[in-house]
């Protein structure tokens, strides 16, 4: 299929290249010409497009609306927190060209996790509604998002202060490509992992859908020691010319689920035979596909006897519920609601049940997060039998962005998931969620636990190992200095590292906290971004040299407050006493 019929990649490229002039109109005309040629053409331009639009507006910075599209392109697609710095311009420009300019500056400060210049947006942009109720516009945007937006906000500003134990890595450039990748499933081992693409590659349609993506096709990848091969269409017993997706791999990668757009939305599955191949997809048994109404995930024990999914069957608290169904004798009895704890008048999907058999792992829009779907986690509580408050995993695994289907590991010690990332080789990829811990955490979980016994008393012996722990909450602090942007270690603080190394070698009961920094330079969620990286990037050096991933946290907390530019560029390391935090 040939994606632009009028205009080549090389024109494209050779007006890409041409050196800008400030404040020169006639370029800025050509550049918007070829621009709205693009994006009238195809979606699939979009990148392209933006990127003439940028220069557009770039060229005649007084062009209200190459800055528009410029701020709207990148609203719609990847970095969609750059978008305000070409909204800024159109307010200033001309503050009455988009009825909701306010509201769109207000999204794009949300994306880059300035949460307090976002709520002055909404809320501007929501008194702007009531002085002017009448107004009909296609700009406009309806007070009830705007409310939503507001209390996202509020949402994350406090979820965003309790980083969570978590960092992201994107899996392979032999799994993600430049087109929508997502719905990540495994099998026990992590040998095996099958996801849904939107890919041109190996996709068995040439042809793309209505929004000028490619039609989905499920995808298979396989571990080669620790590097995944390179991703191949899973043949076309399971995919079809149209939409095809999946929803769980089991334990053994024998049975997948899929979902099927037959019925509204059912859950078929196929199973591998001992030729390796994958059979015809037949109608899950029971009374799990409901008539007239959509059932779009799905997760099933390792015996085959419980099951989650998520629907939006009538009975439910709003739009799509999370259920479980057990089986009796062979057949799969009737379904029911997991409650309202988990449940809520929003979307909850992508339900995953931990090796543990007590914690569940959602996506929800309605519980407190960033916005869009999150992450969250929930325990049974036996003893009240309900579920616990699900909490928010918090930043980076959520972001204003949706994160659903997470996928954890039988150890509980990663999961996979699908986002948006600036870091990503396209649209949506597939990312790997390793759990970093923290040893500081544990010391202090247990003296809460001694402050919790039926007494108030604490006996001697307790009393020394309180003591003990407050004694080894720092027993060395050593602060490892970034250059500006960078999260490379200097070449100056290996020397020192190496010794510390060393030493935890020959002392296995120390480990390491490593709490990384940034300066006030740029948005919030670079900082959040580049002090994870340097967290991360101590971290491997510890690593590198021989210690143990279990005997290491880090942690990036974005900037440090009240710390001059030079010293908040920075990464601090503790050793800690592993073994005062034994029970």
């Known amino acids: 299929m040939k994606l632009y019929s009028k205009i080549t990649l090389s024109i494209l490229l050779l007006f890409m290249s041409i050196k800008l002039m400030a404040q020169d109109p006639e370029l800025s005309k050509i550049y918007m010409e070829q621009a709205d040629q693009v994006y009238a053409e195809a979606k699939d331009a979009i990148e392209i497009a933006k990127d003439i639009y940028i220069q557009a507006a770039e060229a005649d910075t007084m062009n209200v609306r190459a800055n528009y599209m410029a701020g709207k392109l990148y609203l719609e697609t990847v970095n969609r927190d750059y978008s305000t710095k070409y909204f800024e311009r159109v307010k200033r420009l001309d503050s009455k060209y988009r009825f909701n300019i306010d509201y769109l500056l207000g999204r794009g400060y949300q994306y880059g996790l300035e949460f307090e210049k976002a709520l002055d947006y909404f809320l501007a942009y929501k008194e702007k509604l009531r002085s002017d109720r009448s107004y009909r516009g296609r700009d406009k945007t309806s007070v009830y998002e705007v409310n939503d937006r507001i209390e996202e906000c509020r949402n994350a500003k406090e979820i965003i202060g309790m980083p969570s134990s978590y960092i992201i890595e994107n899996v392979s450039e032999n799994i993600n490509s430049t087109w929508p990748d997502y719905a990540p499933v495994l099998n026990e081992d992590e040998t095996v992992m099958i996801f849904t693409s939107r890919r041109q590659e190996g996709n068995m349609n040439e042809n793309v859908d209505n929004d000028n993506f490619y039609f989905e096709d499920i995808y298979i990848s396989k571990r080669q020691g620790v590097t995944w091969s390179k991703a191949k269409n899973i043949g076309p017993n399971i995919n079809t010319l149209y939409h095809d997706s999946n929803l769980f791999l089991s334990s053994d990668g024998k049975t997948l689920y899929i979902y099927s757009d037959q019925g509204n939305g059912d859950i078929v599955y196929s199973t591998e035979n001992e030729n390796d191949e994958w059979t015809k997809p037949k109608p899950l048994e029971g009374r799990i596909n409901s008539q007239g109404f959509a059932e779009q995930s799905i997760w099933v024990s390792d015996d085959g006897e419980f099951m989650m999914f998520a629907s939006n069957r009538p009975g439910g608290y709003g739009g799509f519920d999370i259920y479980g169904c057990y089986k009796e004798d062979g057949q799969w009895k009737r379904p029911f609601n997991m409650g309202p704890e988990i449940n809520t008048k929003e979307d909850e999907d992508g339900p995953y049940m931990a090796k543990d058999g007590v914690t569940v792992y959602f996506s929800s829009k309605g519980h407190k997060g960033f916005g869009g779907f999150d992450v969250f986690t929930t325990k049974y509580d036996g003893d009240s039998e309900k579920w616990e408050k699900p909490e928010n995993l918090g930043y980076p695994v959520n972001t204003v962005d949706d994160e659903v289907y997470f996928h954890p590991t039988a150890d509980g010690e990663r999961g996979y998931l699908a986002s948006v990332r600036e870091e990503g080789l396209g649209f949506t990829d597939i990312y790997m969620v390793t759990h970093i811990g923290d040893l500081e955490k544990t010391a202090k979980d247990r003296i809460s636990k001694l402050k919790e016994r039926d007494n108030d008393f604490i006996t001697d012996e307790e009393l020394e190992v309180k003591k003990l722990i ?114």
């Open 470 to 583: 407050d004694s080894v909450l720092n027993i060395s602090a050593y602060q490892v200095y970034f250059d500006v942007n960078s999260s490379e270690v200097a070449e100056r603080h290996e020397e020192k590292l190496i010794d510390m190394a060393n030493f935890l070698k020959s002392h296995q009961n120390l480990g390491v906290q490593i709490s990384a920094f940034a300066s006030a330079d740029g948005n919030p969620k670079y900082n959040y971004e580049l002090s994870n990286k340097r967290a991360q990037s101590v971290l491997k050096f510890f690593k590198e040299n021989g210690i143990e991933a279990d005997r290491l946290a880090a942690r990036g907390f974005g900037v440090l407050s009240g710390g001059s530019e030079d010293k908040s560029r920075k990464a601090e390391v503790k050793v800690l006493d592993l073994s005062k935090f034994d029970e």
